[in-house]
């Protein structure tokens, strides 16, 4: 049995918040795998058996039976699947949690929490219930959407984060974040304020995360890597740089990053998980 899984992007407003819905169901094809830090947030309502989670070397595993929160992370997280597992899940863009919190997203900084911890025991088991006996993944996704909307509310602050992440997010991370306050009318200090309110870490720290996950995905594991001229492009000041920073993101080096995405790619080609996830090394 493969992992089935099922995406699409919701309607408006939730567009603006939400990369995509998913459903995911089947084996995954490693019990373990890691997450290294993306610029966005997660939520998943667990339907299978629990998963576990590792969010730092020096942080003990928990369990999590009805689902997690994830805000936008600064270091890698431990996935343990069961198998086989089911889910439905929302990646949110980095500022798009907020609305849908009931504390700041710095609290849940690097610190995943339950769907009950955030929504409450009842609504929870509501919604995982409604969920569990729908007629496929299409309608969950649809009950999924409509529990989302319904709990949509106004964010102050909302717009001048979404645009300045934005901006941000168009230059792969290398724009000046001083420039960046200056152009919304802001000081830096309410800017980074604003910003550990709804998306959990500062501008300059959501930039480094896009800087990374751009380079990344311009890595290429199927063949030879120009680490030089990646590094350098990506605005690295030399390549030790993007080597120190490539372990603060995942735990590994840049060239056993690559080891490990050959891996993936070798023992199980075209994998719907394969890409940002990384089985665990």
Known sequence: MGVEYVSRVPRPPLDGLIDDIYHLEGVPPYARLTLPPMPAALLIV???????????????????????VVTTPTRAVEFGYPRPTRSVGVHFKPWGLAPFLPMPAAELRDRPVTVEQVWGRGATA???????????????????????????????GLALVRHTSSVIASTGGTVAIGDLSLAAGVSGTHLAQRFKELVGVTPKRL???????????????????????????????????????????????????????????????????????????
Request: charged letters at 25%.
């Open 46 to 68: 667990n339907l299978g058996a629990p998963f576990r989670i590792r969010a730092g070397a020096d942080i003990e595993t928990a369990e999590y039976a009805d689902g997690c």
């Open 126 to 156: 509501e919604l995982r219930d409604r969920l569990a006996t729908a007629d496929g993944p299409h309608e969950m996704l649809t009950l999924l959407e409509e529990e989302l909307m319904r709990r949509l509310r106004e964010t102050a």
């Open 207 to 281: 930039a480094r995360t896009y800087r990374f996950a751009a380079t990344v995905f311009a890595i290429d594991p199927a063949g030879p890597v120009d680490w030089a001229g990646l590094a350098g492009g990506a605005g690295y000041f030399d390549q030790a740089h993007f080597g120190h920073e490539f372990r603060a993101f995942t735990g590994l080096t840049p060239t056993r990053y690559v080891e490990v995405r050959r891996r993936f790619l070798r023992e199980h080609p075209g994998h719907t998980l394969d890409g940002w996830p990384l089985p665990l090394d």
